[in-house]
């Protein structure tokens, strides 16, 4: 079992498209674990991205990501972390596929409305940054049996 660190950002906030993400990600079966509405601080949004420090931009994802409130989310399931940054698609929405979300709702890369952890230690490292244990709520699903099987 795996979880992923789930991000609608500003835009996708601003646009309506949060209860599209959700709706997509329980669709698919995944569970929510996590979920709070926050302005990002800039402490926050410069440590979440730290990886792409001193990139063209760089200064730019910063101030997006502080601009307005996001969506912060926890999602669970078998493969989470890939079966997410499928569902969300490629980061630069005119590569992403027909049927993400990137594709369906976004043109431009720096406004590609959702983040999604990239990997395993990407996904520790993000739920660690974003949420405090006591956040994150482990729970039975009735439909659980129905969606995660090993035969
Ligand atoms: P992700 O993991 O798919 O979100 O993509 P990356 O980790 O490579 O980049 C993080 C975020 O930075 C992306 O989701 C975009 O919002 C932004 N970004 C990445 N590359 C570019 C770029 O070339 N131009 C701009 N404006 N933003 C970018
Ligand atoms: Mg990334």
Do not use: C
Request: charged fraction near 25%; aromatic fraction near 8%.
């Amino acid at each position: 079992m795996e979880r992923t660190f789930v991000m609608v950002k500003p835009d996708g906030v601003q646009r309506g498209l949060a209860g599209e993400v959700i709706l997509r990600l329980e669709r698919r079966g995944l569970k929510l674990v996590g979920a709070k509405f926050m302005q990002v601080s800039r402490e926050l949004a410069e440590t979440h991205y730290a990886v792409h420090k001193g990139k063209p931009f760089y200064e730019g994802l910063v101030r997006y990501i502080t601009s307005a409130p996001v969506m912060a989310m926890v999602w669970e399931g078998p493969n989470a972390i890939q079966a997410v940054r499928q569902t969300m698609g490629a980061t630069r929405p005119t590569e992403a596929a027909p049927g993400t979300v990137r594709h369906d709702f976004a043109l431009e890369v720096g406004r590609n409305l959702t983040h999604a952890s990239d990997g395993p230690e990407t996904a520790v490292a993000e739920i660690g940054l974003w949420f405090k244990p006591s956040e994150l709520v482990s729970w039975d699903r009735a439909t659980d049996d129905w969606i995660m099987g090993s035969n």
